[in-house]
């Protein structure tokens, strides 16, 4: 193990250098229950406070390079309506974003968070608690860890991601609002369950929860089944998260619209991996 993985993660309380630790064991059992039944897991403190405070400075000291958009988008990310659809298909319901992302290629070499997505003992630990293996880094080269930024009236929409696993690290919470709701496991492989999808984009709270997440903790999630949004953020003070994400498919990245639309450029490799995806969901 690397040495500096000590400085970041709680390891006396969470050893995840070591799976066979009876705690650890314990908690990866934890995590994945919650998972399988709620689609989510939390971490309480995972990150040590001080290395909190580096990648709080580390994304500061870039904001300016921080691709801000504020497109409408459906739930499956895209900007264009589908005309061929009927009136009411969840495809045709847009909604407003204001979001923002330092992609992971402005990060410099020596960051803290891509430290920490690059270690090995993350990865297995993470894989661990899905009850998933292998996953992989996402291949994408600017959304694979990037920060997300949320400003004052930033606002996130129903949505699914197109990597299967992120994990979410709370670095700066807002003043108010800023509330992580999901549905979970509301589609899986196959099935879009367009019928429920659209209850909820009409408003229906029946399957919605809502997750408290504090600076520091460590949020496991399952992306890509779970529709989930981020109301709007109140007051002056931004919402800054990291969102490292694995994936079943070390080959796959954004689609192009997605890499344009969400981080502000499309890449070489965005266009040579542009195919259709093997479980048959929509991105
Ligand atoms: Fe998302």
Avoid at 27 to 49: H, M, R, V
Avoid at 115 to 122: A, D, G, I
Avoid at 185 to 203: A, W
Wanted: charged share 30%.
């Amino acid at each position: 193990m690397n040495d500096r993985l000590k400085t970041i993660v709680d390891l006396k309380k969470y050893p995840i250098h070591n799976l066979n630790s009876p705690v650890i064991k314990n908690l990866i059992t934890k995590c994945k229950e919650e998972l399988e039944e709620q689609s989510c897991s939390t971490i309480p403190d995972f990150i040590l406070p001080e290395s909190l405070k580096i990648m709080n400075s580390e994304l500061e000291n870039q904001l300016d390079e921080v691709y801000m958009s504020k497109e409408s988008i459906n739930a499956y990310l895209y900007a264009k309506d589908d005309t061929s659809l009927p009136k009411d298909h969840p495809k045709r319901k847009f909604m407003n974003r204001y979001n923002g992302y330092l992609n992971s290629d402005c990060f410099s070499k020596n960051s803290e968070m891509k430290f920490l997505y690059e270690t090995e003992e993350l990865l297995k630990f993470v894989s661990a608690c899905l009850g998933v293996s292998p996953i992989y880094r996402w291949a994408d080269p600017l959304a694979c860890h990037a920060y997300n930024v949320m400003k004052t009236d930033g606002i996130l929409p129903w949505h699914f991601d197109s990597c299967e696993f992120t994990l979410s690290l709370m670095i700066q919470k807002p003043e108010r609002g800023g509330v992580f709701e999901y549905c979970p496991n509301i589609r899986e492989p196959g099935n879009e369950n367009f019928d429920e999808v659209k209850k909820v984009l009409n408003g229906d709270r029946t399957r919605v929860r809502q997750l408290k997440l504090e600076p520091g903790d460590l949020q496991i999630f399952k992306g890509r089944f779970t529709m989930h949004r981020v109301t709007k953020v109140e007051g002056k003070k931004s919402r800054y998260m990291c969102i490292p994400a694995y994936v079943l498919d070390p080959y796959r990245v954004n689609t192009p619209e997605h890499s344009k639309a969400i981080y502000g450029k499309v890449l070489p490799i965005h266009l040579e991996r542009n195919q259709a995806r093997s479980d048959g969901l929509t991105d």
